[in-house]
């Protein structure tokens, strides 16, 4: 990790920036900002909306005041494609060169226009001649990556390094040493289910179904204008004892179909990957604060569900103690940071 860049996060709902600085060894949190994401937003392909949105970023980075103008810049995971592979065993070299056709089977997109990423995963011990290799691959269109690269320059930025945010969230959320873990992200627009292990992506999934999908279902239901919807949503969320449970009523049913891809990934998993036995799930972005929901997600998978914390190992003072609880919130955006 530098001080010397920060990490930016441009959600749908919300643009986030951290700077993280490493003291005698320790991570001491610098600068977290987030501001509203304007209209349209990175998804929208007209320049207006995009100027915005780089004017958003570089009101966050100033009130901010972060110090440098380099960053780690995410890319929301369904823009991109991750496969995790199987190949025979290669060197590094073998790899490199045979990488862009192998690609070509599982990337359902033209190599040409991809920007293509891999990392090997697993390999098996030297001794092994049957053995495969695990390889995840990353395919990211190159039209998307400009895109980025040209909202965050008109920022007055310079973007030095683009990557997945499930990457982002893995460096923050897990450890190498940890049990292979779910992590759910709950963002404005989509969620997205990663499964981690040995500080690795091993899988990916992007669900059309985030916290606006919630609100508007509490706006059809009970005939509310969007910003009393939110209200509802993030005092009743999922908890019975609230309102009668009638905005219970409403969300369960749609956290339901999270839940299935959640067991649905978790066979995968078991099936694809030796030794990836889950036992946890980690929530985080802002809809993992739905009230509610981490004993909801225990209760419907048999897991153990925790509320993702960037964090937890984190110098507890200055900033970090003014912002309680929003190490969830910031998860993206510190796992940038915290790139090496
Ligand atoms: N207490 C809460 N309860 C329920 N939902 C909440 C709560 N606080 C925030 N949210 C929801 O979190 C969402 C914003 O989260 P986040 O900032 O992680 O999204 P984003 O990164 O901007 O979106 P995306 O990742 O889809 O681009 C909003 O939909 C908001 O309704
Ligand atoms: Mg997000």
Redesign the pocket.
């Known amino acids: 990790m530098s001080a010397k860049s920060f990490g930016l996060?441009i959600?749908?709902?919300?643009i986030k920036a951290v700077q993280v600085e490493a003291k005698n060894n320790k991570k001491v949190l610098m600068a977290a900002v987030s501001k509203q994401?304007p209209s349209g937003g990175i998804q929208s392909e007209s320049p207006v909306d995009l100027g915005k949105v780089s004017d958003a970023i570089k009101a966050c980075v100033d009130e901010a005041k972060i110090s440098t103008d380099k960053c780690v810049v995410s890319l929301?995971e369904s823009q991109v494609v991750a496969r995790l592979i199987q190949l025979p065993t290669l060197t590094d070299k073998e790899l490199a060169a045979a990488i862009n056709w192998e690609a070509e089977q599982y990337i359902p997109l033209p190599i040409k226009d991809v920007f293509l990423q891999y990392k090997v995963v697993s390999r098996p011990q030297e001794s092994s001649t049957s053995g495969k290799m695990d390889v995840l691959l990353i395919a990211s269109p190159k039209r998307v990556i400009q895109k980025y690269l040209n909202v965050v320059r008109n920022a007055n930025l310079r973007p030095e390094i683009l990557e997945t945010e499930s990457i982002a969230l893995v460096r923050a959320l897990t450890k190498s040493e940890d049990p292979a873990t779910i992590v759910v992200s709950?963002?404005?627009?989509?969620s997205e289910l990663i499964i981690a292990y040995g500080g690795n992506v091993l899988f990916t999934r992007s669900i059309a179904t985030?916290?606006?999908t919630l609100?508007r279902a509490v706006m059809a239901e009970f005939n509310l204008p969007q910003a009393q919807a939110?209200e509802y949503?993030?005092t009743y969320?999922i908890l019975e004892d609230k309102l009668s449970g009638k905005v219970a009523a409403v969300l369960k049913p749609i956290l339901d179909i999270l839940i299935s891809e959640i067991l649905k990934a978790v066979e995968f998993a078991h099936s694809h990957v030796e030794n990836s036995q889950i036992s946890r799930i980690v929530i985080c972005?802002?809809?993992a604060?739905?009230?509610g929901l981490p004993e909801f997600l225990a209760e419907r998978t048999s897991f153990e569900v925790s509320l993702g914390d960037a964090w937890t190992d984190f110098v507890k003072e200055g900033l970090i103690l003014k912002l309680p609880g929003q190490g969830s919130?910031y998860c993206v955006a510190t796992g940038l940071a915290l790139r090496r």
Request: a neutral charge; hydrophobic letters at 30%; proline letters at 4%.
């Open positions: 996060d959600g749908r709902s919300f994401t929301i709950l963002g404005a627009l989509s985030g916290g606006v609100t939110e949503k993030q969320g972005g802002g809809g604060y739905l009230p919130f």
